[in-house]
Nanobody, 124 residues
């Protein structure tokens, strides 16, 4: 059974760092298309970064300099390192799995499975 479970969210001061984890169950992440998304209050869910099935990573716009996507295939876990956090980074962060092969997209509708999310709150 496919399942995703995020953890690591917390309340931090601006400029701080967090590492979010997404533990996966029921499928092989080594060639899976995976994504990290976030949803701020009152806004639509948006992609932060995603992992193509060849292992390459795509970041959304400007986030490459502060956010780092990585994964451990043995532990079947994805990570999202968040550095130099800003109040506008406050959101619920989700990991997601797209069963199709190939590239990853920024469209949440393309992903088949989601975790429950982990909350990040950044205070100024």
């Amino acid at each position: 059974q496919v399942r995703l479970a995020e953890s690591g969210g917390a309340s931090v001061q601006a400029g701080g760092s967090l590492t979010l984890s997404c533990t996966t169950f029921g499928f092989d992440i080594s060639t899976a298309v995976m994504g990290w998304f976030r949803q701020r209050t009152g806004e639509e869910r948006e992609m932060v970064a995603c992992n193509r099935d060849d292992g390459s990573i795509k970041y959304r716009n400007f986030r490459k300099d502060r956010f780092t996507f990585s994964k451990d295939n043995v532990k079947k876990t994805l990570y999202l390192q968040l550095d130099d956090l800003k109040p506008e980074d406050s959101a619920m962060y989700y990991c997601a799995y797209d069963k199709s092969d190939g590239t990853c997209t920024a469209d949440p509708d393309d992903y088949n499975y989601w975790g429950q999310g982990t909350q990040v709150t950044v205070s100024s």
